[in-house]
């Protein structure tokens, strides 16, 4: 193999390579061999087919194999050889190949910058923190009253109408027949009305009786999160069993054991420890981006053009499938070129994480990987092996998983090192949004919502049910107080 450097100019590389025809006829002969031990020819014994006679009945039928072999091997050996760290995947083009002479083909690497970390011991981050306030105790209390009605069965034949709960069974496809985890439900409570699913899916059941089955039409929206029914057409089969009515529980002890806590005061204490996971998670993420900031700042170097034009790309697709974002249709060119410095910055923080990561020894194990499969599962219940399966069958989707866990870890490893004090802020304060990128005030923000090249897993609900689902309890997330 024959390399020459046609091009260096800062991290753009340009190699061409050049593989001698008898080395191609090598690979060529080796996979003929190893094709006549399995191979049917009339007039030979299975395994002892002559060289020649599998040349002339099977060389064209194995050559795109070993040219994208070789090309692969070569390749690979190349960028290994001269130590190059490929920012994206290399662009290999053949220049010219004819049976019986030489392959030439030219790569184009573009490479990751070398760089000096900072000191991660100089880091100095604020952290901000909230106290947990009574009337927002005292709010979740009242929906918590609010979704946990007491529901008497209507005694009347009449058709359901907004503001009724149906008890229901549904299960749903899209409409090419694919099935996604989180599809079907059996005795689910739903109000007409509450906008506990997806936009089109109750209105379809105004007016249905006790004992029906109904056939649900609806198209998830574009921006569901859920990439799977994103902007998909999907039907669900429904059975109404029963129209209820109701009123909102009282506070009291009843309630409480109801939802498998001894007493109000435990309920009012769960309701607090909820609102401080929630503000923990805040917590948690605004620190992450004071950090993220300190990093930014503290870095300055060439960016992989290829990086930045395809988290460019990332972005503006993210809003235009936004329903908050410019509307529908392409943005116009110079809201997208608005949008390049955020490029710049996930691209510069995601390769800074890579390489403290690296320097750190930080990895993701199978059994942290795993975890967050269960994690995901258990946002199904009853429907836990569908998606293990999902997830098992899907590659892709499982790394998905890996690259908010690999940027956390990194996260905590600096933390570790860093000074890092608390400030009192107030809850408006701790839950209001940041512009990703400091001072850029006016400019289109992300479709949310980590600044890192790193693109966290979405969290999925029950595929129907709209992002924001208004079932509270005491025990869950539900009790969330909801982001302003």
Do not use: C, W
Request: avoid cysteine; charged fraction near 35%; aromatic fraction near 4%.
């Amino acid at each position: 193999m024959q390399v020459k450097e046609v091009k260096s100019s800062g991290l753009e590389h340009e190699f061409e390579v050049n593989i001698p025809a008898n080395d191609i006829q090598k690979l060529v002969d080796a996979e003929l061999l190893t094709m006549g031990q399995k191979v049917k020819i009339p007039g030979f014994r299975p395994g002892k087919v002559p060289l020649n006679v599998l040349k002339q009945k099977y060389t064209r039928h194995v050559m795109a194999d070993v040219l994208e072999k070789a090309v692969q091997e070569s390749s690979h050996k190349l960028v290994t050889d001269k130590k190059l760290k490929p920012a994206i995947q290399p662009k290999i083009e053949v220049k010219s190949f004819d049976e019986g002479k030489d392959l030439t083909y030219t790569i184009k690497v573009e490479v990751l910058p070398d760089f000096k970390v900072m000191d991660l011991t100089k880091v100095k981050v604020e952290k901000p923190v909230a106290d947990v306030e009574k009337k927002a105790v005292d709010e979740i209390l009242e929906n918590v009253a609010e979704n946990n009605r007491d529901l008497t069965p209507i005694k009347e034949d009449r058709k359901a109408k907004k503001g009724d709960v149906l008890k229901i069974d549904f299960h749903g496809k899209r409409a090419d027949g694919f099935e996604v985890p989180g599809m079907h439900g059996h005795d689910h409570d739903l109000e007409l009305g509450g906008g506990q699913f997806i936009p089109g899916f109750e209105d379809q059941l105004i007016g249905t009786k006790k004992g029906d089955h109904v056939h649900v039409n609806v198209t998830f929206p574009e921006n569901y999160n859920q990439k799977d029914l994103a902007g998909q057409e999907a039907v669900f089969h429904v059975d109404v069993k029963e129209i209820q009515e109701g009123k909102p529980a009282k506070l009291n002890d009843d309630l409480a054991k109801k939802l498998g806590l001894e007493s109000m005061d435990a309920l009012r204490e769960a309701v607090e420890e909820q609102i401080k996971a929630d503000q923990e998670s805040y917590t948690r993420m605004k620190l992450k981006k004071n950090l993220l900031d300190i990093l930014d700042e503290n870095h300055n170097f060439k960016l992989p053009s290829s990086m930045v034009e395809q988290e460019h790309k990332h972005i503006i697709q993210q809003l235009e499938r936004d329903p908050n974002g410019p509307g529908e249709g392409k943005m116009e060119d110079a809201d997208k070129e608005e949008l390049l410095p955020l490029a710049e910055r996930r691209v510069r923080l995601g390769v800074v994480l890579a390489e403290i990561g690296q320097q750190e020894k930080v990895e993701v194990s199978q059994q942290e990987l795993q975890q967050a499969v269960i994690a995901e599962a258990r946002k199904y219940p009853g429907q836990e092996k569908m998606v293990f399966d999902y997830y098992s069958k899907n590659p892709q989707v499982l790394e998905s998983l890996r690259a908010p866990l690999f940027e956390d870890k990194v996260v905590d490893s600096i933390l570790e090192k860093a000074t890092v004090t608390e400030k009192k802020v107030s809850v408006e304060d701790l839950m209001a949004d940041d512009e990703e990128i400091p001072g850029a005030k006016g400019k289109k923000k992300s479709a949310k919502k980590s600044d890192s090249s790193s693109k966290k897993a979405t969290d999925k609900k029950p595929a129907a049910k709209k992002e924001t689902a208004k079932k509270d309890t005491a025990k869950k997330s539900s009790a969330k107080k909801t982001k302003k």
